[in-house]
C-alpha cells in the first residue's frame, strides 16, 4: 500500500510529549565608554536592532545616563549573533580617539 501524503497523522506518541520548554532567555547588553559618538551609537541600534531614531536615541541617552543599556533579550544563540554585531561594527570616524567597535556583553535573565 502507498503512503498517502496527505494524511497528517502525527508519529506514535506525539501527543504526549507534554508542553514546549522555553529556551533561556539572554539580555544583549550595550556598554558605554568615551569612544563612540551619540550618532554612532544610534545608527548602530537602528542598524543591528532595527528600532526608530526615536527609539535609538532614547536607549543611547539611558546608555550615557546608566552606563549600559539592554538592547534585546532574546535566546543565548541569537544573544551572541547580535553580541558579535555590536563587536565587530567598526570603529566611530567621527571621533578621532576611537580604535574599534563598542563592548557588548550578555546576562542571563532571571
Same mark, same amino acid.
Given at each position: =500500500?502507498?503512503?498517502?501524503?496527505?494524511?497528517?497523522?502525527?508519529p506514535?506518541?506525539?501527543?504526549?510529549?507534554?508542553p514546549?520548554?522555553?529556551l533561556?532567555?539572554?539580555?544583549?547588553?550595550l556598554?558605554?565608554d568615551?569612544d563612540?559618538?551619540?550618532?554612532?551609537?544610534?545608527?548602530l541600534l537602528?542598524?543591528?536592532f532595527?528600532?526608530?531614531?526615536a527609539?535609538?536615541v532614547?536607549?543611547?541617552?539611558? =546608555?550615557?545616563r546608566t552606563g549600559?543599556?539592554?538592547?534585546m533579550?532574546t535566546?543565548?544563540?541569537y544573544?551572541?549573533?547580535?553580541?558579535e554585531?555590536?563587536?565587530?561594527?567598526?570603529?566611530?570616524?567621527?571621533?578621532d580617539h576611537?580604535t574599534?567597535? =563598542?563592548?557588548?556583553a550578555?546576562?542571563?535573565?532571571?
Open positions: =500500500m502507498t503512503p498517502n501524503p496527505n494524511n497528517r497523522t502525527h506514535a506518541g506525539a501527543a504526549s510529549r507534554g514546549v520548554q522555553q533561556a532567555q539572554w539580555n544583549v547588553v556598554i558605554n568615551k563612540h559618538s551619540y550618532n554612532y551609537v544610534t545608527t537602528q542598524q543591528l532595527a528600532v526608530s531614531s527609539q535609538a532614547e536607549l543611547a541617552t539611558q =546608555m550615557a549600559r543599556v539592554v538592547c533579550t535566546h543565548r544563540e544573544a551572541e549573533f547580535k553580541r554585531q555590536i563587536q565587530s561594527f567598526g570603529k566611530d570616524t567621527l571621533v576611537c574599534g567597535s =563598542m563592548s557588548a550578555l546576562e542571563a535573565c532571571e
